[in-house]
């Protein structure tokens, strides 16, 4: 089983309001990661979680708020977007030792 | 940075006709992981090679990691129109600084 799971599928959100994207995985990797992406381009590496720690942020605004609650649950807060940060997000992970990285199906931001 | 080279960019084929694609690189990388994206989703892992020279199939789909460990391809036979979508080349590189660097994607048409 490789399946990384997103919710929601699609959101809609104005600048001013406040969502979540959650993201789960029960493979047991520890490695977990949040990528943004536009149309016909590849994924732009957000932030990564090694071990429910904070890794890596690759310079994100601060109205992306990261959480790993959990080994399984990974966590994107939403707060005061802009309509350029409408783009699917994708969650991925991997076993910490392996190479492979195995992705989400994303949610579908739009910022109105 | 690291950077990929993906070509071609875009291919419009026939349905039966064989495909290639290939990422070049100016690293070296350990790892070279092949991923297909349809529209709206996220992208799914088709084949993974560790190791310069290999050579690896998976149904209609064969990959090989380059020599010298700064290119890969990826060939797909008898295309069916099911096959159209984003193909993306991925280095990996680092042990404990992994890291996944992302071609820019070959955009595939397939003609029934």
């Known amino acids: 089983d490789t399946e990384v799971t997103q919710t929601p599928k699609h959101l809609v959100m104005g600048m001013t309001n406040k969502k979540s994207l959650k993201c789960e995985q029960h493979?047991?990797?520890?490695?977990m990661y949040w990528y943004k992406q536009k149309a016909k381009k590849p994924p732009e590496l957000m932030f990564v979680y090694s071990y429910e720690k904070l890794s890596i942020n690759e310079s994100v605004p601060s109205r992306f708020s990261p959480e790993c609650p959990n080994s399984s649950l990974l966590n994107l807060h939403l707060h005061a977007l802009q309509p350029e940060d409408s783009a699917l997000y994708l969650c991925?992970?991997?076993?910490?030792?392996?190479?492979?990285?195995?992705f989400g199906p994303g949610t579908r931001l739009t910022v109105t | 940075g690291q950077q990929l080279n993906q070509s071609p960019q875009s291919m419009f084929i026939q349905e039966g006709e064989d495909v290639s694609m290939n990422c070049t690189s100016s690293s070296i990388f350990n790892t070279w992981l092949w991923y297909k994206q349809d529209p709206g989703e996220g992208p799914v892992l088709l084949i993974a090679?560790?190791?310069?020279?290999e050579l690896t199939s998976n149904g209609r789909l064969t990959a090989q990691f380059g020599i010298t460990r700064k290119d890969s391809f990826l060939n797909i036979s008898a295309s069916i129109p099911s096959d159209v979508g984003i193909y993306f080349c991925a280095g990996v590189s680092g042990g404990s600084n992994y890291k996944l660097t992302f071609g820019k994607g070959t955009l595939l048409t397939v003609n029934p």
């Open positions: 090679l560790y190791k310069a020279g």
């Open positions: 991925a992970s991997r076993l910490t030792g392996d190479h492979e990285q195995y």
């Open positions: 493979m047991g990797h520890r490695a």
